[in-house]
């Protein structure tokens, strides 16, 4: 399979992300994160999957991508976009932890920290 255009999207997000274009929301799953587009909605989320025979875990990210209806489009995970395009998978898992601060007003609630700390 063909994951070029997902590989493209990982991209323009984290990008877009980083500029602070895109404003990513909590969903009621407390590890994925999500951004409305005008006719779908892109998720982002990150879990630990266990190979029980290998006696493993490892950390997996993912993006999704619905339709405006709700529909699954398509998805990737870090390990395969890594394979299509070498060093995408760490942008994917750089994506995931800029939509989660995004999401959870980081920098609101680190410079809150900040305030509190200097006047102890």
Known sequence: MNYSKLVELIEGLHKRTLAGALSWEKTSEE?????SLSHSVVKVAWNIETNFEAGESYELYWVRVY???G?????????RVDRTKRGTGT???DLYIEARRSALDYEAVVDSILDEIESI
Do not use: C, G, N
């Open 67 to 69: 339709s405006e209806e």
């Open 91 to 93: 942008v994917l898992r």
């Open 71 to 79: 529909s699954l489009i398509d998805e990737i995970s870090h390990s």
């Open 31 to 35: 590890q994925v994160f999500q951004v």
